[in-house]
T-cell receptor
Framework: DSGVTQTPKHLITATGQRVTLRCSPR?????VYWYQQSLDQGLQFLIQ???????AKGNILERFSAQQFPDLHSELNLSSLELGDSALYFC??????????????FGPGTRLLVL | GESVGLHLPTLSVQEGDNSIINCAYS??????FIWYKQESGKGPQFIID?????DKRQGQRVTVLLNKTVKHLSLQIAATQPGDSAVYFC???????????FGKGTKLSVKP
C-alpha cells in the first residue's frame, strides 16, 4: 500500500459526459501528479500540482482539468468524454524537498470506461 | 515518453534464476531514474531509484545499474520468484517539470 488513495476504482460512463476522479496523497506529500495509462500510449504525464498551485503540464487535453485543494487532495475533471478517453488514470504524490526530484508513489488508479 | 504499445517485450525466466531488465533513456541531462513494478490491475509500485552521480545501487534482491555513457539503465533481480511476475517500467525525471517520463515496459514472466 503506497499511502495514495484514489476513488472511484472503476467508472463507466457515456460519451459526452463529465466525470471527476479523486486523489488523496500520502500524508506530508505536497506534490500530486496525474498520469494516464492506455494500451497504446503507455504511462503519460498529464499535470502536476504542488501545494495547491499548478506546477507543470504534460499531454493534457483542454477537455481535462485538475485542481488541488487546501487539504492537498486533488481532483481530475474529464469532460465531453470520448471513447478514446477510456484508460487507467493514476495519481502519484511526492514530498518534493528543495526542488530535487523525489520518489513518486502511485495510487491504485481509476479505470475509466467510456461507452 | 515512449509508447508501450500492445505488445510488450517479454522476459521469461525460471524461478530461482536471476533476471536482467534493460532500459534505454532519452535525455542525457536526466539526473534521477526509477524502476517501477506494475502488477495486473494495480498502480506502479516503487522498486528502486538511482541518481546520476552513482552507477550502481543495491536494494533487497534488486540492483540498478546506470551507464550514462550509453544512456542505459538495467534492473537486476536476484533469485527471481513467481511474485516478481509483472510489467517493469523504467522512468527518468522530466527535468524542471518534475514529472516522470516512462520508458517501454517489459513483462517479466517467472516459470515455477
Amino acid at each position: 500500500d503506497s499511502g495514495v488513495t484514489q476513488t472511484p476504482k472503476h467508472l463507466i460512463t457515456a460519451t459526452g459526459q463529465r466525470v471527476t476522479l479523486r486523489c488523496s496523497p500520502r500524508s506530508g506529500d505536497l506534490s500530486v501528479y496525474w498520469y494516464q495509462q492506455s494500451l497504446d500510449q503507455g504511462l503519460q504525464f498529464l499535470i502536476q500540482y504542488y501545494n495547491g498551485e499548478e506546477r507543470a503540464k504534460g499531454n493534457i487535453l483542454e477537455r481535462f482539468s485538475a485542481q488541488q485543494f487546501p487539504d492537498l487532495h486533488s481532483e481530475l475533471n474529464l469532460s465531453s468524454l470520448e471513447l478514446g478517453d477510456s484508460a487507467l488514470y493514476f495519481c502519484a504524490s511526492s514530498v518534493e524537498l528543495g526542488g530535487f526530484q523525489e520518489t513518486q508513489y502511485f495510487g491504485p488508479g481509476t479505470r475509466l470506461l467510456v461507452l | 515518453g515512449e509508447s508501450v504499445g500492445l505488445h510488450l517485450p517479454t522476459l521469461s525466466v525460471q524461478e530461482g534464476d536471476n533476471s536482467i531488465i534493460n532500459c534505454a533513456y532519452s535525455n542525457s541531462a536526466s539526473d534521477y531514474f526509477i524502476w517501477y513494478k506494475q502488477e495486473s490491475g494495480k498502480g506502479p509500485q516503487f522498486i528502486i531509484d538511482i541518481r546520476s552521480n552513482m552507477d550502481k545501487r543495491q536494494g533487497q534482491r534488486v540492483t540498478v545499474l546506470l551507464n550514462k555513457t550509453v544512456k542505459h539503465l538495467s534492473l537486476q533481480i536476484a533469485a527471481t520468484q513467481p511474485g516478481d511476475s509483472a510489467v517493469y517500467f523504467c522512468a527518468e525525471d522530466g527535468g524542471s517539470q518534475g514529472n516522470l517520463i516512462f520508458g517501454k515496459g517489459t513483462k517479466l514472466s517467472v516459470k515455477p
